[in-house]
Nanobody
Framework: QVRLVESGGGLAQPGGSLRLTCAAS????????MSWARQVPGKGLEWVAG????????EYQDSVKGRFTISRDNAKNTVYLQMNSLKPEDTALYVCLKDRAILRATIPEDPEAYDLRGQGTQVTVSS
């Protein structure tokens, strides 16, 4: 079954760190840009960070620049999000997204550009 499975979420204190993992099954992520997005209750999906299919280019939402790092290991079919200096406003359900286009030359920020998402992993930042 084609799917994405996120893990690594949990409770962190402000200023703390978490590392999220997205494991892909039954397809090869090396052909697709991949992104992380987040969602809070009552709001739509907010794109956070994206990475080219070969990892050669990365983009971040302004609010997470300098704090979050997206990476990928195509050999392991896995994408990561290292989150440092966490803030309470980072609290959300974090989901992994697969681009619907093969080898796209850009990283789309519109969640509608992605055709597969995981169930998500909850991140709560609180003292």
């Amino acid at each position: 079954q084609v799917r994405l499975v996120e893990s690594g979420g949990g409770l962190a204190q402000p200023g703390g760190s978490l590392r999220l993992t997205c494991a892909a099954s039954e397809f090869d992520i090396s052909r697709y840009a991949m992104s992380w997005a987040r969602q809070v209750p009552g709001k739509g999906l907010e794109w956070v960070a994206g990475i080219y299919s070969d990892g050669s280019y990365i983009e971040y939402q302004d609010s997470v620049k300098g704090r979050f790092t997206i990476s990928r290991d195509n050999a392991k079919n896995t994408v990561y999000l290292q989150m440092n200096s966490l803030k309470p406003e980072d609290t959300a359900l974090y989901v992994c997204l697969k681009d619907r286009a093969i080898l796209r030359a850009t990283i789309p920020e519109d969640p509608e550009a992605y055709d597969l998402r995981g169930q998500g992993t909850q991140v709560t930042v609180s003292s």
